[in-house]
């Protein structure tokens, strides 16, 4: 089994985002690593907090993402390319569009071990943990995540609202 290094990882990570094609090199890292799902697990902390910044400048963000069972994050953009990788458990992640001023359920995909999937700046997903298990992943931006301005979507009307933690907290739901 090849060791995961995330000091490593990271530093690829920011190599990528700083090239001509940022989005096709940070997509064609995370799909290398993620082929082995059980080094990475392995080589990663554990965190106490379920999101955890591991690097951020004006180029990439790369975070530590947990999703507990019971809580269902709220449909979200993320104005900026986004590639996630999962380690260990799995989450559900929901896909919208707007249409007629609603927003429309399209697919989910359960993303487990070793499987990456990634949106576009406008793509709109909501995630929570799949089969009551907690689940871990690696998060990759191409932008200052928290520091950008982005929305959360009414999951009845599909209105943008800022997302702040005051409108995050309001919308988040109780996992079904
Ligand atoms: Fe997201």
């Not at 507990?68 to 380690?87: E, F, K, M, N, R």
């Not at 707007?98 to 071990?113: D, I």
């Amino acid at each position: 089994m090849p060791d995961f290094v995330l000091d490593v990882f990271v530093q690829q990570l920011r190599t990528a985002a700083l090239t001509d094609e940022p989005v096709k090199n940070v997509r064609e890292l995370m799909a290398e690593a993620f082929r082995d799902p059980e080094a990475i697990r392995a080589g990663m902390p554990d965190y106490e907090n379920d999101d955890e910044i591991l690097f951020e400048d004006d180029s990439v963000s790369i975070w530590f993402v947990r999703f507990v069972p019971g809580l269902h994050v709220p449909p979200h953009d993320h104005q900026t390319s986004a590639t996630i990788g999962v380690y260990e458990g799995a989450e559900d992640n929901h896909f919208y569009l707007r249409e007629s001023g609603r927003l429309v359920h399209k697919s989910t995909r359960r993303v487990g071990p070793g499987d990456m999937i990634a949106l576009k700046p406008d793509g709109i997903h909501s995630v929570e943990a799949a089969a009551g298990e907690s689940s871990c992943g690696i998060h990759v931006y191409l932008a200052p995540l928290s520091r950008i301005e982005r929305s959360l979507f009414d999951w009845e009307s599909g209105a943008a609202r800022p997302y702040t933690d005051e409108n995050y907290n309001a919308m988040k739901r109780v996992s079904s």
